[in-house]
Each structure stands twice: as C-alpha cells, then as structure tokens.
C-alpha cells in the first residue's frame, strides 16, 4: 500500500516570522545595547571622578 504526500507548503510562507516577534527581537536588542552603552558611560564618569585627583596633581607638579 502507497503512503499518501500531502502537499508542502509554499518555503516563502514557511520561514516568516509574525510581526510581533520582530518587533519583540528588535526591543530585545535595543535594550540590550541601551545597558551596554549606559554601562560604558557610567564607568567611564566613574574613572574620570577617581582618577582625576591623580590628573590634578601631575598638572601641579607641571
């Protein structure tokens, strides 16, 4: 007895994603690189804060 082949469906409609997973990503991502970058500026503002006693004394001693 043969097996019946149903009938594949179409590969464009197979691969899409819905919208609100795009967008789901997209906010994912953009979050993640905001914590990032806020990350790099606050340690950044810390390093100037704490190194910039270091700074002025070697401009006094200039």
């Known amino acids: ?4 082949e149903t009938a594949k469906p179409c590969p464009s409609t197979d691969g899409k994603k819905s ?3 795009i967008l789901k990503e997209v906010l994912g991502w ?3 690189f905001y914590r990032v970058f806020n990350l790099v500026d606050d340690s ?3 390093c100037k804060d704490h190194f910039q ?3 002025d004394w ?3 001693l200039l």
């Open 30 to 32: 953009a979050g993640w």
């Open 53 to 55: 006693v270091i700074v």
């Open 58 to 60: 070697f401009g006094d």
């Open 44 to 46: 950044w503002d810390w």
């Open 1 to 4: 007895m043969a097996t019946k």
């Open 19 to 21: 919208k609100v997973l």
